[in-house]
Nanobody, 116 residues
């Protein structure tokens, strides 16, 4: 059974930092490209960042470039999203995604709220 379990969501003040984690089980973790997506109320889910299986290549949405960093620890089957200089527009439910070919899995999401 595949599970992706996100954690770390919280209420943070603008300008603050937070790290999200996503622990995977039931998959050969290093084979999967891992991504973080987010969905704000009334908006479509959007890709925030993703990282290849070996961690060599990353991609960031323009809105988070320079502020967010995606990383992974294949020994721990975990992917992280370090978020700095958070803005109110970063408020959303953040979802972890594992993808390999036509196969994709999603976590249940974790809420980030950026507000003073």
């Amino acid at each position: 059974q595949v599970q992706l379990v996100e954690s770390g969501g919280d209420l943070v003040q603008p300008g603050g930092s937070l790290r999200l984690s996503c622990a995977a089980s039931g998959i050969i973790f290093g084979v999967y490209r891992m991504g973080w997506y987010r969905q704000a109320p009334g908006k479509e889910r959007e890709l925030v960042a993703r990282i290849t299986g070996n961690g060599a290549n990353t991609y960031y949405a323009d809105s988070v470039k320079g502020r967010f960093t995606i990383s992974r620890d294949n020994a721990k089957n975990t992917v992280y999203l370090q978020m700095n200089d958070l803005k109110p527009e970063d408020t959303a439910v953040y979802y972890c995604n594992a993808a390999s070919g036509a196969t994709a899995y999603w976590g249940q999401g974790t809420q980030l709220t950026v507000s003073s």
